[in-house]
């Protein structure tokens, strides 16, 4: 069974960082290109950033350039997500998501939170 | 690239029959998909390049469409199908989704 948990999220400070992880099981990780994906409090969805196989190809939205790294682990079927500079707006569900065809698998998500 | 869904909002009976529109600001070929989302969950795969059904998914679900227009049907809503739709783009990054139309129980 494909499994995508995400962990790391919390309450954190503007200007604050936060690393988020992304624990996947059940497929072959290492050949699957890894997104997230975030949501905010009663929003629609956000693409955050893409990491190829590989990590050869990597691509962020203009709102987290800069302030964001996407990176992966194969040897440990991980994908994580570096999170600098927060701001309020950053305030959203994480989701990490697999593709083939569309993002095929989802995490339950992580609530990361920036407030004072 | 800018998705836009017709309608945001819609409202409809058991056993209708819905159609969702989606139209990219440029043309995507058919890289677009459907996602369905129920409150409190993570989205859904229904539908990728357009028109191929995730496996898994009810028949009843279809998509069409290429270049700029896409629809995503449900052919006969059961109850279970009350939820928000997104259409997103994978042509091009940035990656981008429609802002979502919200199915309720009329």
């Known amino acids: 069974e494909v499994q995508l948990v995400e962990s790391g999220g919390g309450l954190v400070k503007p200007g604050g960082s936060l690393r988020l992880s992304c624990a996947a099981s059940?497929?072959?990780?290492?050949?699957?290109?890894m997104n997230w994906v975030r949501q905010a409090p009663g929003k629609g969805l956000e693409w955050v950033s893409s990491i190829s196989s590989s990590s050869s190809y990597i691509y962020y939205a203009d709102s987290v350039k800069g302030r964001f790294t996407i990176s992966r682990d194969n040897a440990k079927n991980s994908l994580y997500l570096q999170m600098n500079s927060l701001r309020a707006e950053d305030t959203a569900v994480y989701y990490c998501?697999?593709?083939?065809?569309?993002?095929?698998?989802w995490g339950q998500g992580t609530l990361v939170t920036v407030s004072s | 690239i800018q998705l836009t869904q017709s309608p945001s909002f819609l409202s409809a009976s058991v056993g209708d029959r819905v159609t969702i529109t989606c139209r990219a600001s440029?043309?995507?070929?058919?890289?677009l998909a459907w996602y369905q989302q129920k409150p409190g969950k993570a989205p859904k795969l229904l539908i990728y390049a357009a028109s191929t059904l995730q496996s898994g998914v009810p028949s009843r679900f279809s998509g069409s469409g290429s270049g700029t227009e896409f629809t995503l049907t449900i052919s006969s809503l059961q109850p279970e199908d009350f939820a928000t739709y997104y259409c997103?783009?994978?042509?091009?990054?940035?990656?981008?989704f429609g802002q979502g139309t919200k199915l309720e129980i009329k």
């Open positions: 440029q043309g995507i070929s058919s890289y």
């Open positions: 059940g497929f072959t990780f290492s050949s699957y290109s």
């Open positions: 998501a697999s593709r083939t065809g569309g993002f095929d698998y």
């Open positions: 997103q783009q994978l042509n091009s990054y940035p990656y981008s």
